[in-house]
């Protein structure tokens, strides 16, 4: 489920001023934190930004003028983490919505860490480094492969249930591609 930031806002601002009994000065500064997150928020949400300097100019293009410590803090608080295939900072669980960068991060991921592709009937066994198979199969997830109906992984294993024997066929050669073999 999928909750508005501006919803959030509206919640986070009338929350504030039910329960507050600081001053005004505080209350403007807690409100401009706020929409100052909420704002970081909706651009990570729109586009890959891979560090704080992006961020911040990001902002300010937005109308926030921010430090990097303020930032740094934002984005700590935020719970904002950097995506494994780009580096570029998403919501925890969180995956993106764009099919480009989603491949893109697929490509990306599997280029590093697939080590071997195989197919037994419509079934996909992925091997990967140690500790790489979690990485993979969200990766595969977030991608929204027409071929796979899901995935399951361990550590260094994954299985990929695809819809018929023809798909499964198809996602080896496209992994196997993506992955350089």
């Known amino acids: 489920m999928k909750i508005d930031v501006g919803d959030l806002l509206l919640m986070h601002e009338s929350c504030m001023l039910i329960a507050s009994r600081r001053s005004a000065a505080t209350t403007r500064t807690h409100t401009m934190k706020s929409r100052r997150q909420g704002a970081i928020l909706d651009i990570v949400d729109r586009e890959p930004l891979h560090s704080q300097e992006q961020v911040r100019r990001r902002l300010a293009r937005a109308g926030?003028?921010?430090?990097?410590?303020?930032?740094?803090?934002?984005?700590?608080?935020?719970?904002?983490?950097?995506?494994?295939?780009?580096?570029?900072?998403?919501?925890?669980?969180?995956?993106?919505?764009?099919?480009?960068?989603?491949?893109?991060?697929?490509?990306?991921?599997?280029?590093?860490?697939?080590?071997?592709?195989?197919?037994?009937?419509?079934?996909?066994?992925?091997?990967?480094?140690?500790?790489?198979?979690?990485a993979m199969a969200l990766a595969i997830d977030g991608a929204r492969l027409p071929e796979v109906v899901g995935t399951?992984?361990?550590?260094?294993?994954?299985?990929?249930?695809?819809?018929?024997?023809?798909?499964?066929?198809?996602?080896?050669k496209r992994l196997e591609q993506l992955a350089g073999m």
């Open 64 to 134: 926030f003028e921010a430090t990097q410590a303020t930032i740094s803090r934002d984005i700590k608080e935020l719970g904002l983490v950097k995506r494994a295939g780009d580096g570029a900072y998403q919501r925890p669980g969180v995956f993106d919505n764009s099919p480009a960068v989603a491949l893109h991060t697929l490509a990306q991921i599997a280029a590093q860490f697939v080590r071997h592709v195989d197919r037994v009937e419509q079934m996909i066994v992925v091997r990967t480094g140690a500790g790489q198979a979690q």
């Open 152 to 172: 399951i992984a361990g550590d260094d294993t994954i299985l990929v249930i695809s819809k018929d024997r023809r798909r499964a066929s198809a996602l080896v």
